[in-house]
């Protein structure tokens, strides 16, 4: 059983900066994308970044120059750094992630976390 669990979401002023974490645990053999996806009260979900284990990394346009993605092998973990957060910005952010539990295993499967809220008064 695998569980993604996003962390560090929460109130920030316009302009502001929040940091966001999603850790992997359980039964991991390897994993190949990792994404933040983002979901406004009544919109759809968006993709906000992704990263793959090959170093290739791509954001939306909306937080190009604002956001980073980044990732921790060791831990499974990869982070969202959201600096000039916008009230547009808020949403519930989502983690998820492409693994694969053995080494037997063809392909990867896809997992998601809880989200965890974002919110930016203006």
């Known amino acids: 059983q695998v569980q993604l669990v996003e962390s560090g979401g929460g109130l920030v002023q316009a302009g502001g900066s929040l940091r966001l974490s999603c850790a992997a645990s359980g039964s991991i053999f390897s994993i190949n994308g990792m994404h933040w996806y983002r979901q406004a009260p009544g919109k759809q979900r968006e993709m906000v970044a992704f990263?793959?284990?090959?170093?290739?990394?791509n954001y939306a346009d909306s937080v190009k120059g604002r956001f980073t993605i980044s990732r921790d092998n060791a831990k499974n973990t990869v982070y969202l750094q959201m600096n000039s957060l916008q009230p547009e910005d808020a949403a519930v952010y989502y983690c998820?992630?492409?693994?694969?539990?053995?080494?037997?295993?063809?392909?990867?499967?896809?997992?998601w976390g809880q989200g965890t809220q974002v919110t930016v008064s203006s």
């Open positions: 990263t793959f284990s090959g170093g290739i990394t």
């Open positions: 998820y992630a492409q693994i694969k539990s053995f080494e037997r295993d063809r392909s990867y499967r896809g997992y």
